[in-house]
């Protein structure tokens, strides 16, 4: 998948997950970057589960999955402060 594909499914999978946990999403570069993070975590936490997501639908569910995990354990850590 190229450069462009991943910052498309990451800037999507950062602004759908904000909206799921009700955040108001960290900008658009902030969002690229939830997602892409996102997407390496959804992929391990599929990966663990044995579950394959292909194409560009399976990967921004799997970014949007690893994104939503990832702004939860955020708004975890924010509350322990």
């Known amino acids: 998948m190229g450069l462009i594909a991943w910052l498309i499914i990451g800037g999507l999978a950062g602004w759908i997950a904000g909206n799921i946990m009700r955040g108001g999403g960290f900008g658009i570069l902030g969002n690229i970057g939830v997602g892409i993070v996102g997407g390496v975590l959804g992929g ?3 990966g663990l589960l044995g579950l394959k997501a292909g194409g560009f639908i399976g990967s921004l569910v799997t970014a949007i999955v ?3 995990v ?3 354990i955020i708004s975890k850590v ?3 402060d």
């Open 78 to 80: 924010k509350q322990s």
């Open 44 to 46: 391990f936490l599929f």
């Open 70 to 72: 990832l702004l939860w």
């Open 66 to 68: 690893g994104a939503v």
